[in-house]
């Protein structure tokens, strides 16, 4: 059974920096895309970024481009999401999912989706 546990949010202030981890167990975690998705309080769950198990490629909303940068230790069995620049738009709780790909469906998030880890909190401290 494939299982996926966020770590690494907490407070932080607007311009400040976090590194997500998601880490796998199970079920040949290694041959998922996984996903980077968040949920803002009153706010639809939405993608954030994927790193495709394929060729590698990544791929970011534009909301974080050139801020968020995704990333993965094979070896680890994790996959990272480094944070930069943080917004108070950002606070969310951040999710990690193994996908099949990261081929994206715009009105429904679970698309294409093996299994969700429970999510990580990140929070504006100003």
């Known amino acids: 059974q494939l299982q996926l546990v966020e770590s690494g949010g907490g407070l932080v202030q607007p311009g400040g920096s976090l590194r997500l981890s998601c880490k796998g167990s199970?079920?040949?975690?290694?041959?998922?895309?996984i996903g980077w998705f968040r949920q803002a309080p009153g706010k639809e769950r939405e993608g954030v970024s994927c790193f495709s198990r394929r060729d590698g490629s990544t791929d970011y909303a534009d909301s974080v481009k050139g801020r968020f940068t995704i990333s993965r230790d094979r070896s680890k069995n994790t996959v990272f999401l480094q944070l930069n620049s943080l917004e108070p738009e950002d606070t969310a709780v951040y999710y990690c999912?193994?996908?099949?790909?990261?081929?994206?469906?715009?009105?429904?998030?679970?698309?294409?989706?093996?299994?969700w880890g429970k999510g990580t909190r990140v929070t504006d401290s100003s």
């Open positions: 199970g079920d040949r975690f290694n041959d998922y895309s």
């Open positions: 999912a193994a996908k099949y790909s990261c081929v994206t469906e715009p009105t429904n998030v679970d698309f294409g989706v093996r299994t």
